[in-house]
């Protein structure tokens, strides 16, 4: 059973352009997670959905990001028009079940660190 | 809201040293609680974890007790190895909230 899986692993923008991270859940899991990890620091939740859903986006930036777990096809996170601000690494994680319940265990991808000149 | 707190680190050890990193969290309902380790470069791996009180999550040699009157989640391991230099975190899920909530992390550094 694969795991999480992002692409790519290592994402260069300059600033303005735009990014687009992909997670692909493990097999079987319909609840997906961004967080983000600045150097040093721990991870900070950002959005949190279900197929063609946004359950909860109380962390993500209010402009310049969007995300989408298609009903078919990997989940995205896109920023627009990159800033310095924004390099970062950043780990999607799935689920089976969402929290509370038994099988609520989120695994991780690799994650994509995004470095912005 | 909920949260955790760790231990901060750095940690430097000898190997076969004795490891103990504190964790304690704050928590309205009745959460579970992970330990998760991070490898230099990579993503987030969950190591072990405990779903009600007085449970114990065990793996690789590390362990922590779920302690509801201490609310902590102690990662404690007998003797550690250098392959266990890495980033610790511990972390809480709770259906209060759609997202896990994290410790900022504890850098442990094993030396031969």
């Known amino acids: 059973n694969a795991g999480v899986m992002q692409n790519p692993r290592h994402l260069v923008r300059r600033r303005g352009q735009e990014a687009r991270l992909r997670c692909s859940p493990m097999k079987g899991h319909s609840h997906v997670y961004w967080y983000r990890q600045l150097p040093e620091e721990g991870l900070k939740f950002m959005v949190y959905?279900?197929?063609?859903?946004?359950?909860?986006e109380s962390g993500m930036p209010k402009e310049r990001f969007s995300a989408e777990f298609p009903k078919e096809g990997p989940s995205i996170l896109r920023i627009q028009q990159v800033v310095r601000g924004d390099s970062a690494a950043y780990f999607c994680?799935?689920?089976?079940?969402?929290?509370?319940?038994?099988?609520?265990?989120?695994?991780f991808g690799p994650g994509t660190r995004l470095t912005v000149l | 809201g909920d949260s955790v707190t760790q231990m901060e680190g750095p940690v430097t050890l000898s190997e076969e040293a004795f490891l103990t990193i504190n964790c304690t969290y704050t928590?309205?309902?009745?959460?579970?609680l992970f330990w998760y380790v991070q490898y230099p470069g990579e993503g987030l791996q969950l190591l072990l974890k405990?779903?009600?009180?007085?449970d114990k999550g065990s793996n690789k040699g590390f362990e922590a007790t779920y302690r509801k009157e201490t609310t902590s989640f102690h990662l404690e391991k007998g003797s550690v190895q250098v392959s266990d230099s890495a980033v610790y975190f511990c972390a809480l899920s709770d259906s209060n909230n759609n997202d896990m909530r994290f410790g900022a992390g504890t850098r442990l550094t094993v030396k031969p």
């Open positions: 959905l279900q197929k063609e859903n946004i359950i909860d």
């Open positions: 994680a799935s689920s089976q079940a969402r929290q509370g319940g038994g099988t609520d265990t989120q695994y």
């Open positions: 405990a779903t009600k009180a007085d």
């Open positions: 928590a309205t309902g009745y959460p579970s």
